[in-house]
Nanobody
Framework: QLQLVESGGGLVQPGGSLRLSCVAS????????IGWFRQAPGKEREGVSC????????MYADSVKGRFTISRDNAKNTVYLQMNSLKAEDTAVYYC???????????????WGQGTQVTVSS
């Protein structure tokens, strides 16, 4: 069964940091582009970041540029999202997604995780 599982979410104070992980099972991430998305209550899902198959290309939404860093460890079949200087407006459920391919961004993803909650509050 092809599955993506996110972890690392939680409650953090403004200015704090979290590192989200996205682990794949049932398939290898080696040949996949990976995206991170988030959805806040009452808002549409938005793209946060993506990383190419090789890791050589990364992209970020303007709202997180300079604060978030996406990376991948294909040997561990895992993609990470390091989130620093967190703000209240970063509060959302964060999802990772994968699609077979080389470069990002992508307009469609085939595999999605179940999401992990990130809450930024004092």
């Amino acid at each position: 069964q092809l599955q993506l599982v996110e972890s690392g979410g939680g409650l953090v104070q403004p200015g704090g940091s979290l590192r989200l992980s996205c682990v794949a099972s049932g398939f290898s991430l080696d040949y996949h582009v990976i995206g991170w998305f988030r959805q806040a209550p009452g808002k549409e899902r938005e793209g946060v970041s993506c990383i190419s198959r090789s890791g050589g290309t990364t992209m970020y939404a303007d709202s997180v540029k300079g604060r978030f860093t996406i990376s991948r460890d294909n040997a561990k079949n895992t993609v990470y999202l390091q989130m620093n200087s967190l703000k209240a407006e970063d509060t959302a459920v964060y999802y990772c997604a994968a699609i077979y391919g080389t470069t990002c961004p992508k307009v469609r993803y085939d595999h999605w995780g179940q999401g992990t909650q990130v809450t930024v509050s004092s």
